[in-house]
Structures are given as C-alpha cells and as structure tokens.
C-alpha cells in the first residue's frame, strides 16, 4: 500500500514534459488512454515505474493501438489464389479504379440521364452479360452470400435436392449444408459419398421440390471408384419436371484453363448453356477481381433474387464495384494481359527459373549462401484441387535456429515475405512474387540471414 502512495496521478504523468511531443504527434485522448493503461498496469501488479519506463511503456501502448493492422505482404509461398493473404491481386488498373472512386462521390446509385436512383447492382451488369451470355446479372459480397440468397429467394420453405459428395465445407467450417439450413430450404440429399445417379436425383422429387443444385468440387477431388451427374443431364430432369436448375460454381473462371496447361475448368459460360438457371461464383479467385460473388443466368429470377429483402444486407459497396467493372473491361479483348493471377499461371518454366536465378545471384553477392531447385506451385483458393505447376523456388537452409526461425524472420521483415518449408528448408517461388518486389526478397532474405 505505502509503495502505491507513490504512483502518480493521469493529470500529473500529463504534466511531465514528455507528454508535450507525444499529445503533438498522438493527440491528447489517446495519450491519456495510455496513460491510464500504463498506471493501472503499475496499480496492479505493484511495480512503480521509473519516469523513463513509464513512458516507454506508454508509447508502446500508443504503437500497439496504431499499427498497420492490414498491410500489404509478399507472397513468395508458389499458392496463386492464398486465401489468407487475400486471393487474387487485382489488376493496376483495377486497383487504381478503386482507389479513384473511394474518395469521391459517385454514380453508384443514381443516372445522370434521368436524375433518378439508379440500381447499384447494374452498374457491371452489361458487362458480365455479355462476356457470360447470361440473361441477367448482379453482383453481392461473395458467393456464399449469393448461394444464400439465391436460395432463401427461390426455395424457402421448399426442397433442395442436392449430392450427398457436394456437400461441401468452403474455408472457415462454412459448410453447405448449414447455408441451406439458414436459407430456410430444405436439403435433401442423394445419392452416396462417391457414386451419385440421374435416377437417385428423380426418385427424390416431390410435390414440395423446388430446385435441384450442383455443387461444383472447386476445393477438393473425389478418385477412384465415382460417378457424378453432369449439369446438361440435371437440367433436362429439373426441366422435365418444371424445376430450377441451381449451379454453385465457385471459381468462377470465364477463361480456359486446359490454355494453360491446367485441368479443364468449368466456366461461367458453360454452365449457363448447359442448362443453370442460376450460376453462383465468386469474382475474386478465376476471375481475379476483387472479392465479391456473381448471380448470373435468367433475368427474370435474377430480378426476383434481387427484390428479396436479403439482397440489400449482401450488396456490394462502391469501391468493389469499380474494382470489379474494371476487371471484366479487361476481358472485353479476350486476352487476360494485365491480370496477375493470368500471369502467374501462363508464367513460362524459362522466365521463372531465370528469376530465381537472378535472386540467387544478388543473394550470392551479398554473401548468403542459397541455391535454386525444382519445386512445385498451386493455385489455391479453393480453385482447380490437386493442381500442381512445376516451378523453381530459391531455397534457404538456416544459419542459426531452424527453418521455422527463418521463416518467422522473413515474417517479421518490413514487408513480410511470406514463404513455405520443404525438408527443413525455406522456399520462396517466384511465381506468385509480383514484379516490383525482387528487391523486397533479397533484403528480407540477407536480413534474415545475419
């Protein structure tokens, strides 16, 4: 108690000439806020700081409060689509339409023409009709709110036929069968694990069904002994028996993959004219925009979709749109120069080996010892499973520690590199490194090193 006679007050730690450069660069509310922090720590745990320590202890706590909570990293990992480190870069010119239109007002929901409101799920409508040939189109935050709504709008109350092997678990523990649950359908499930028939879909209809969906297998592979239904066949039995046909895309690509010596991909245009009433994906993985999840297929559901009351608590703000419209303008040629995630999966065996190679060299120079050697990229993001794109990583073998302490040093640089440990050996692939950033990795890498 005697030792805690000693503690000063908030107003008299204020009052100390120290407090004068910090309140100038901080402000005062925040400065006292710490203040506050920093004495109820002492209060608490009995230990009287000295006047320096205190305010030590003070400005960490103001540091803490204000750092960069999201930063940009390097992804040096080889995983095209890292959902934790946010998917698809966007295009520059994608990027710089956001930032264009993030501080000034906009036609985000009004026509110039008319003077009237406008619908801001229009605005990147033409364009993903016309690259997709879909009827109708619009656009919310991600795809699984567009599977929710797309759900809760045509089948509430009603039966969902849908694959027991589609039940799938997205990132998260999301899973397919509570998106239903919360929509207010009601799943019915058929068929087994592995083997699904057209017949076991046909003998689940009833009076009550509403719409058979397909679920694609963006994030996971099923070998061996399988047998699954191809869309063109569903539609003709959702036609047959006057039902919706739902498709959950999720990657979303308008681009063939086989091009790019990939497995073949489904697109949002083959699944429209194999029959979907109804395409959900998202725009930030195949398509490589920013994050966001399209609806596309039959105008007339797609304006009942967007009437309902949830539409307006999954709708996207003006920032994603812009990034958006500005990705799709690149399609428009056919050509997906200028879009990252294109890049790096066209990216040729020579010019990757040649950059690897090249930072070997500059590394070498510096005096770190580190070697080239084959590895393997994916592309992630729960897009094309079992995927593997042969590659060169630079690897790095720890000085002092082990491959885990080096990994957590290249973390901890300013930028953070962010790579993977293969055989107790740090790699970092170039492929997924954008082309401004070499000069990031060799001096994380000589940083992480001494």
């Not at 890292?82 to 929901?109: Q, V």
């Not at 047998?227 to 066949?233: A, F, G, R």
């Not at 009433?277 to 596309?296: E, R, W, Y």
Request: glycine letters at 8%; proline letters at 5%; a neutral charge.
């Amino acid at each position: 108690m005697d030792t805690l006679r000693a503690l000063p007050s908030v107003h008299q730690v204020l009052e100390e000439p120290q407090a004068s450069a910090m309140v100038a660069s901080h402000g005062r509310p925040l400065v006292r806020f710490a203040v506050q922090h920093v004495i109820e720590e002492e209060r608490r745990t009995g230990a009287i700081a000295k006047p320096d320590a205190r305010w030590s202890a003070i400005e960490r706590v103001i540091q803490e409060l204000r750092r960069p909570r999201l930063r940009p990293v390097v992804n040096a990992t080889g995983v095209i689509l890292h959902t934790n480190l946010g998917r698809a870069p966007l295009a520059a010119a994608a990027a710089e339409a956001a930032a264009a239109i993030a501080g000034r007002y906009s036609t985000l929901e009004f026509d110039p023409q008319t003077g009237r409101r406008g619908r801001r799920h229009d605005l990147a409508a033409d364009l993903l009709r016309h690259l997709s040939g879909a009827e109708g189109a619009a656009v919310v935050n991600n795809c699984a709110a567009a599977v929710l709504l797309m759900l809760t709008a045509l089948a509430k109350g009603k039966e969902v036929i849908v694959a027991r092997g589609e039940l799938v678990e997205i990132g998260g523990g999301f899973r397919m069968p509570d998106v239903m649950r919360l929509s207010g359908a009601r799943m019915v499930e058929v068929g087994t694990t592995n083997r699904t028939r057209a017949e076991d879909y046909a003998a689940a209809i009833t009076p009550r069904t509403a719409a058979i969906m397909k679920v694609h297998a963006s994030n996971f592979q099923v070998i061996g002994f399988t047998e699954s239904v191809e869309l063109k066949e569903l539609a003709a039995i959702a036609r047959q028996h006057q039902l919706l046909i739902l498709h959950d895309l999720g990657s979303g690509a308008l681009l063939e993959t086989a091009a790019y010596g990939l497995a073949e991909e489904p697109r949002i245009q083959d699944s429209l004219r194999s029959g979907a009433d109804l395409v959900a994906c998202s725009a930030d993985k195949l398509l490589g925009g920013p994050q966001a999840g399209l609806l596309l297929g039959r105008a007339a559901l797609v304006d009942r979709v967007m009437k309902h009351p949830l539409a307006r608590a999954v709708r996207v703000d003006k920032m994603t749109l812009a990034a958006l419209i500005a990705t799709l303008d690149l399609y428009l040629t056919q050509s997906p120069a200028g879009l990252p995630i294109w890049d790096m999966l066209g990216a040729s065996a020579e010019s990757i080996a040649a950059r690897a190679r090249t930072w070997q060299s500059r590394l070498i120079e510096r005096g770190a010892a580190v070697e080239v050697v084959a590895a393997e990229s994916t592309v992630g993001g729960g897009s094309l499973p079992g995927e593997r794109l042969p590659t060169t990583a630079l690897s790095i073998t720890a000085r002092r520690g082990g491959a885990a302490d080096l990994l957590r040093r290249l973390r901890e640089h300013e930028p953070p590199v962010i790579g993977r440990i293969v055989d107790e050996r740090v790699l970092l692939d170039p492929r997924t490194v954008l082309p401004d950033e070499d000069d990031v990795i060799v001096e994380a890498v000589v940083a992480a090193l001494v």
